[in-house]
């Protein structure tokens, strides 16, 4: 009768130190998947900040002049045309040069007539 209390206290003991074994896994595993979240929501804000910064030329610390100590430096390149009202004016659907052929069967009227009229 001893045999059997003394079975079933070590097994409530056993399983009372396993129990407490798995809250303490339960909770390592907790904060590292805490820390992990944390570390990734860093690295994105740091990726988000660099790419707006490298994204404005003015705020980008990267740039030579920033570099060699002369912030006076800093520039935006434009297109010679960018403040002109009328752009691409000068651009028209080019024409085909004319040919001249000799023949009326083989000039470029004759041909432009049998495939409109006669298919």
């Known amino acids: 009768d001893e045999d059997e209390d003394e079975d079933d206290d070590d097994d409530e003991d056993e399983t ?4 407490r074994e798995l809250e303490r896994i339960k909770k ?3 904060a590292e998947a805490a820390k992990r ?4 929501a860093e690295t994105e804000e740091r990726e988000r900040d660099s790419s707006i910064l490298q994204g404005n030329p003015l705020l980008d610390p990267t ?3 920033a570099a060699q ?6 520039s935006v390149k434009r297109r010679w045309d960018d403040d002109v009202v009328f752009k691409n004016q000068a651009r028209e659907p080019k024409k085909e040069a004319r040919r001249f ?13 049998l495939y409109r009229y006669i298919k």
């Open 28 to 30: 390592e595993r907790a």
């Open 37 to 40: 979240e944390k570390d990734n």
């Open 101 to 113: 052929i000799n023949d009326t069967v083989r000039n470029d009227f004759h041909r432009k007539f």
């Open 16 to 19: 009372e130190e396993l129990m």
């Open 69 to 74: 100590g002369s912030s006076s430096s800093f």
């Open 63 to 65: 740039r030579l002049g």
